[in-house]
Structure formats: C-alpha cells, structure tokens
C-alpha cells in the first residue's frame, strides 16, 4: 500500500503535470515538476495517440513515433505500458540511444525527481562521474528529444501550405523541404491532378553543427536555398559515417557560385552505423537522416529531378496567399512565353533583370544576341511544360525575393528547333518578377 | 491499474475458494518452500518457478514467494517478468518492504544499463540478480488463514491478523465517503486506492487529500531515499527545530537520507489533534529502520494547505 501511495502519488504528480489547455505542450512533456496545476485531458491524449497510430499506418518504420507514444503512455500515468513499448522499441532498433535514454528516466520515475529527460536527480548516482563528452551526449540527447516532442506538437502547419513550393511538374513527384531551426525534413508528393501536393511524411534531420547560412568552404554550416539531388552514391564507395549511402546536392548552385559562396559537398545521407540518429547540429553541413528513413525515402528520390528546398525556417502560408503567390510567378513565367513568341523583341527582352546573367552572357551581350537572332525569324512558337516553382526562403536582409523555375521548353521557329530542359532565377525587388539567371 | 483489478480480482477468488485450498499445516507449505529453494539452488529454474507460482496461488501474502519467484525470472533473464511478479506482490499487501527493495534494484540496475547504453559508455554487463530470502518466521503464523508478513510487524513485533471482512467492508465505506466528499466538493483527481482484497478505485479531490495521506507519501519518499520528492514535502517556510538553517538542513537530510544502503520508515497510530482544513496537527508513531539503525518515536507534525496541498511546516519529536 505505501509503495502504491508513492506511486499514486508521484503518477499524481507527473500526471498533472500536462496541462493540455489548448494543445499538449513541449515544456509539459518534457518536464516532470509537480508544480503546475491539474489540467489534463485524456481525450487530448488521445488524439495525439491517434495521429501517431495514423503515422504508424503509413509508415511503419516510423520509430519516432513508437518513441513518442511511449512518452504519452507515461504521461497518461502508464508507467508500464510505457516501458513495454519502449522495450518493444528497443527490440527493433538496438542503437537508439534516446530510447535508452527515456527508458532509465522512466525506471527511474518513481524514485526520484525528473524535471526533463535525462536530468533525473538519480541518473548522476548511477552513473557517477560523467566526463564532459557524455554530459554534452546528453544534453544533444535532450535537445533530440525535444525536437522531436516539438513535431509532434507542432500545429502551425495545419491548413497551410509551404511558401517554398508552389508548384511542382508532372515529373516530379516529390520534393524535400529542410526546415533547420526545426531539424525536421518534409516530403511532399504531388497529386495526380497536379495543381496541389501535399505532405506525406517528416523526419527528424541533423544539420551543420553551426548555425546559418553557408558561405565559405569548411564553415561547418547547412546552405538555404533551392537545389536538386543530383546523384546517388552507394554505400560500398563511401567510408562507413556515410550509412546507407548518399544524395548529393548541387551547392553551391548558379546564384551561390555568383555570390562567391564555395564549399561543395552537400549531401543528403545515412547515418554511421552503432547509431540510430545524429544530435541535431552534428555534420559539416550536410543533411543527415536515419538510415532506415533514408532507405525507405530511396526510391522516391531522382537524381536530377528532385528538388530539395533548404530554409532555416520554413514560411507556412494560408492556402490563399499561397495560390496568389504561386499565381503570380507562373503568370510572369506565361507573359515572358507569350511576349517571346510574339516576335517583340523589346517586350521579351523587358522580362530580364538588369543584373541578370547566363553561362556566357551579361544582359547587354544577351539583348545583343537575342536582337541579332530576331532579324532572322518568320515565326516562333514556344511550349512550357512541366513547371515547377520553388521559392528561396526569404532572408531578414534580403529587399529582393528569388524564385527557381524548373520547366520543359519546346521551341519551334523558321529556321530553329529544340527540346530542352531549364532553370530560371527570378527577382521580385518592387512589383515584377524578372528574369535573373536563364540556363539549362 | 488494470493489473491491480486483475490481480486483486484474482487474490479473491482463492481467498474465497476456501481455506481447504491451502496445505493442511505449515509444515507442509515449509517443505514446499524448501524444495523450491534447493530447486533454485541446484539451477533447476522451470521447476523451483512452477512451486513458486502455486505457492503464490495458495499463498497469496507471502513476500519471500515472490521474492523468490522474481529471482529466479531475473537469473533466467527475464526481467520484465520480474518486475512484474514483484509488482503484484506489493499490490497484494502494502507492508512487503522487502519487495519493494528488490524492485527498486531491479530498475535501478536496468536504469544504469539502459543509461550506459544512452551515452555509451562502456560498462560491464552485469547480471541483475536480488536475494534468495528464506521463509521468515512471521510468514507461517495465523495458521491456515492468509499469512501477511510485514517490515512493520516484524520491527513492532506485533501479530497483525488479516483484518476480516467487515473491517475491509468498513474501510470501503470510508473511501466511498470520501468519493462523495470529492464529488461534491467539485475538483476532481484520479487516486487509485489498492486494498489488499478488493482495489477499489477512489476518486478524491486534491481538496480533500488527508494530511495523514501525504504523510504516508512522505514516509514513501523517504523510504525509497528519493531526496527530492521527501524535500517536497516541506513548506517554503518550515523550520527545523533545532534552529539549523533551512540550507544547511535539506543538506544534513540529504546526506542522511542518502546514506544508508536501504531505509523503511512506517507511520501508525495517527491522531489529529486539530484540522482546520487550512492547518493540521498531527501526531503519529514513526518506526525507523535502516541496514545501520531502528528507531521508534512519537511526532507530531503541524502541516498547512498550500496551493499544491498539505506541506510539512514544523516537525518535532515528543
């Protein structure tokens, strides 16, 4: 009866510790002090329980999920249902250290005060002396930890649309997004119909061990920007912290190489393995996933087509800003065809920013060659298909907004034909998008 | 929780199988007790488990089975079983200190495994592994009834018989007074409240939690030498009777708390010399054990209401 008082009264306490007014919180899951007044809400637990069984539907390997849920268990005053699906856990994944991590606090719960994961009073005694490495270990544990409770919790993303896609080509059928602040990655797939995509799964990511942008090699920092995966590279020619095997990226892209950015290497890849994950900030920029996140992402990634869009924090749009966003560029994209086509050559030429630039022209030399070339048509006609637009995030400093459009050109004229492939920059500094970078 | 019911639903049916159920006389069930331990002993698990779990169906009040029978799952490795058995048997009577110590072991040792693991750190695997216990001589009086051995008893040397039906009938009335009590006062919190007989699950309100409640999770916290939970436990403002400042106090508790290798502490004999729903006067009789020390003494306690329920504002001993 004592050891159930104690029980009861320590689950009494952890119990009350969520307070669930609105949503579950971070701070409330994650900190076990007693002094927060009673608030909780078994149905709001649930939901939660269901969205991570919904996630669990779709993507069975999801261990973070199963992680969480054990959380919740606890939360919700079961101790040992909670253990069991961590054991359960640990059974599939046996180098997943937060697991670990969870299940010492949990045995440890009804023993001692645990205000946050791996803080509890009795973690120090048991093991004693921790040398300044394993106590950095656990606080990335804790940080790990916290993120992804944040995800979890995360609900701005409800009803909104990522800024960063607008629109994606019958081609592409997924695109990454690389939220840094939040280490998580999103997949979004795009529907049948193809006016709209939607998200189909996140991940928990690392990222550079500093923070911000990428500038000069070796900065040990993540780019932001709009790029493509450009290859796949298998695991037997790379060295083991490689995991699974590797996506690379083409940083730095057109506008990193014109604003003098260097560095290269920018991959997506797996994780070394005798580890599940990575602590958040860990690599030298590259973007680091779980093995077995990357294994079942692998077939989903084409090198070349794949777009991967990095921000330090993705801006979630209402879906009407977004369609008149996404409007907007297609719209300057469609004016530039259509003026082109029409023989003016000082309305096409109009579309081009004056910093604007290619492989081998500045915009003096371009209007010098695309005037020249004018003389000799009769007729053009120009195609795009297969349009994508990808929005870079937007910047504090920045007074312009840039966008990448990826599209299939077909081009027919009197004495000229092709079929290619291209990327367009474009500028919006006051009220018109322009062209700033034109190549294949 | 549904495991208490199970298990508490489970307990009653032996108990009202009969006492033909259990063996004729002690002897028996000692010679039993015995062959399972030479069972363990010479390493033969399945067997000494399979005497253990009828013992424990038989037996239902008797710690060492338990004890034993989790022993004998952790030396198979399965120490999930173990907890398990373990936590049965504390819902089967609350004085099994004893099991309450093996547990406390167990997820102590597999804590500091599942830590090392955590930050991998290199640490011998070691096997967890608690004390073989003999039958106690406690556990064979009362004859053919139910045997309840406790730390308690054995320190008070005191026979406690299994209280009959119409005392734990009694004591459902006073719970189910206090669920009324709780219901009407509004506030509601979930309390599981465990009789060794039937669990029953009361609901009270935070409001109406008894200071003698919170003593006895007080004198918990303190058992299991959980510092900061037994800290807890006082007011901002409580002052130690010897003048001792607050700091330096927590720090003599600390360390004191900390020291010894285990610590029972029971309450008995509670009297409330006055409750005004906003303070309360508390006197009560406090066994200490240690592996060191035993102690008897009589307290009283003055406890006020605070925001987070009854705190511990001043303590002394009579």
């Given amino acids: 009866m004592m050891f159930l008082r ?17 949503d579950l919180q971070l701070a409330k899951l994650t900190n076990y002090d007693s002094n927060h007044p009673a608030a909780f809400s078994a149905s709001k637990i649930s939901s939660v329980l269901n969205k991570l069984e919904k996630r669990l539907r779709i993507y069975p390997r999801d261990h973070e999920a199963e992680l969480l849920k054990s959380i919740l268990y606890f939360k919700s005053g079961k101790l040992e249902q909670a253990l069991a699906e961590l054991d359960t856990l640990i059974k ?43 106590k950095q270990q656990l606080a990335f544990l804790r940080e790990e930890a916290q993120l992804r409770i944040k995800a979890l919790l995360d609900n701005k993303k409800r009803n909104t649309l990522p800024r960063q896609i607008l629109a994606l080509g019958e081609s592409v059928d997924k695109a990454l997004l690389i939220d840094k602040s939040a280490n998580r990655m999103y997949v979004f797939s795009r529907k049948e119909s193809g006016e709209l995509f939607e998200e189909v799964n996140d991940y928990y990511i690392t990222t550079g061990k500093l923070v ?50 260097t560095g290269y290497g920018i991959w997506l890849h797996g994780t070394d393995k005798g580890s599940y994950s990575r602590p958040p900030r860990d690599s030298e920029g590259c973007v680091v996933l779980t093995n077995i996140d990357l294994e079942s ?36 994209v469609e004016n530039w065809r259509m003026d082109w086509e029409s023989m003016n050559i000082n309305k096409y030429l109009s579309h081009y920013g004056k910093d604007f630039w290619s492989a081998s022209h500045n915009l003096k030399s371009w209007s010098a060659r695309k005037r020249y070339l004018a003389k000799s048509k009769t007729y053009q006609k120009v195609m795009f298909s297969d349009l994508s637009v990808l929005v870079y995030p937007k910047k504090e400093q920045d007074n312009q907004q840039i966008a990448v459009v990826r599209l299939q050109q077909d081009y027919r004229s009197n004495n000229f034909k092709s079929e290619i492939y291209k990327r367009l920059y474009l500028t919006k500094k006051d009220k018109d998008w322009k062209i700033l970078y034109e190549g294949r | ?55 424990i169906k038989s037996h239902p009040l008797l710690p060492e089975a338990y004890n034993n029978l989790a022993a004998l799952y952790l030396k198979q490795k399965n120490t999930r079983q173990a907890r398990f058995v373990l936590e049965q048997g504390l819902h089967a009577h609350k004085g099994y200190g004893v099991l309450y110590e093996s547990l406390t072991a167990i997820n102590v040792a597999m804590a500091r495994q599942a830590y090392s693991k955590a930050l991998q750190i290199d640490v011998k695997p070691a096997d967890i592994s608690i004390a073989t216990l003999s039958l106690e001589e406690e556990s064979l009086k009362g004859k053919n009834q139910p045997i309840v051995i406790s730390k308690e008893r054995a320190s008070d040397k005191k026979p406690v018989e299994v209280e009959p039906a119409k005392s734990n009938q009694a004591r459902e009335n006073e719970k189910e007074k206090e669920v009324i009590a709780a219901i009407t006062s509004g506030a509601i919190k979930r309390e599981a409240v465990t009789s060794p007989l039937k669990p029953v699950v009361v609901t009270s309100a935070k409001s109406v939690e008894s200071p003698e409640t919170v003593l006895q999770a007080w004198s918990t916290a303190w058992s299991a ?16 009777v010897n003048g001792m400042a607050r700091k330096n106090w927590e720090q003599s508790r600390r360390f004191r708390l900390k020291k010894p290798r285990w610590i029972q502490v029971s309450l008995s004999d509670f009297n409330v010399v006055k409750n005004t729903g906003k303070q309360a006067v508390i006197s009560f009789k406090q066994v200490y054990r240690s592996n060191s020390f035993h102690d008897v003494s009589d307290k009283q306690m003055v406890l006020i209401y605070t925001d987070d329920g009854w705190r511990i504002y001043r303590e002394k001993s009579l």
């Avoid at chain 1, 670990?100 to 009073?121: A, E, R, V, W």
């Avoid at chain 1, 070349?304 to 907007?328: C, F, L, M």
Wanted: glycine share 6%.
């Fill in chain 1, 212 to 261: 911000g942008d990428k500038s000069v090699k070796g900065d040990l920092r993540t780019p932001e920007g709009v790029y493509f995966v450009t290859s796949w590279i298998s695991p037997d020619k790379l060295p083991d912290k490689y995991g699974v095997g590797a996506f690379p990226v083409n940083y730095p892209n057109e506008l990193d190489r014109r604003n003098g950015k």
């Fill in chain 2, 225 to 240: 030498q959980a510092v900061d939970v037994y800290l807890s436990f006082y007011h901002e403002h409580y002052k130690p």
């Fill in chain 2, 1 to 55: 929780m549904l495991r208490s019911v199970i298990w508490g639903a489970a307990l009653f049916s032996v108990l009202s199988a009969g006492a033909h159920a259990l063996p004729a006389n002690n002897n028996e069930l000692v010679k039993t007790f015995t062959r399972a331990q030479q069972l363990g002993a010479e390493g033969k698990f399945d067997e000494a488990i399979s005497i253990y779990q009828g013992l």
């Fill in chain 1, 92 to 134: 599939k994944v046996p180098d997943f250290q937060l697991a670990y991590l969870l299940k010492g606090d949990l045995l440890l719960s009804k023993f001692g005060n645990t205000n946050n994961i791996g803080q509890s009073t009795i973690l120090s005694s048991i093991v004693p002396r921790l040398k300044e490495d394993k």
């Fill in chain 1, 297 to 332: 992402l692998k077939s989903e990634i084409k090198p070349g087509i794949t777009p991967v869009v990095i921000a330090n924090k993705v801006e979630w749009i209402d879906y009407a800003s977004w369609q008149k966003e996404r409007h907007e560029i297609i719209q300057a």
């Fill in chain 1, 6 to 22: 104690i029980l009861t009264y320590l689950s009494f306490c952890l119990v009350s510790s969520v307070v669930i007014a609105e």
